[in-house]
């Protein structure tokens, strides 16, 4: 299958812009991943690559620890292959010193929510009309030592 995980560099984000734009109504822009790039001491942009392609991707952000998934997303033609749970997986072997794991979804976005279901996560609250277009955002997390 020859898969490579290894940090994203400048040269990957004009792929992932065009990934951005298929599978986001939001999407980020180029710019912001180059700016995830650069701030190494908070930002950690992973890509997962297939041979020379990219077909996932993820951004955490670190601090202290506490941890927030900004971004994880695989291209739709790979997806439902087990890729974004390798993602997931990926980010929990990274990083096992952290108290909690945040990440905010869209309240319909079923797939992702069912993705951080089955990594133990759980619904903190309800952001309403978080989204431009006036959807929800769900704010889930998991935490190391207690149950949501
Ligand atoms: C969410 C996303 C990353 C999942 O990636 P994926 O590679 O398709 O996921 P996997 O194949 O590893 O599936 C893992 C689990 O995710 C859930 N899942 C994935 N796709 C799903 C779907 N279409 N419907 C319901 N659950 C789904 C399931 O729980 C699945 O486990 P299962 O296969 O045992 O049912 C992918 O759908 C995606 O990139 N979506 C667009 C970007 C996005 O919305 N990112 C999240 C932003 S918060």
């Given amino acids: 299958m020859n898969l490579e995980y290894r940090r994203m ?32 001491n908070v930002a950690h942009p992973y890509v997962l690559l297939q041979g020379k392609m990219i077909i996932g991707y993820t951004v955490v952000w670190k601090i202290e620890r506490e941890i927030h998934i900004g971004n994880i997303a695989v291209d739709k ?7 974004g749970a390798f993602l997931m997986q990926k980010i929990f072997d990274t990083f096992q010193d952290y108290e909690v794991i945040y990440l905010e979804v869209r309240a319909t976005n079923k797939p992702a929510i069912s993705l951080y279901e089955k990594f ?5 609250y309800r952001r309403k009309h978080y989204y431009p277009d006036g959807e929800d955002a769900l704010v889930m997390a998991r935490y190391r030592e207690r149950k949501l």
């Fill in 120 to 124: 133990g996560f759980g619904t903190l």
């Fill in 77 to 83: 033609k790979y997806q439902r292959k087990g890729y």
């Fill in 9 to 40: 560099r400048p040269s990957d984000v004009r792929r992932i812009g065009e990934m951005e734009r298929e599978l986001f109504d939001n999407p980020w822009s180029p710019g912001i991943f180059l700016i995830e790039i650069q701030n190494k």
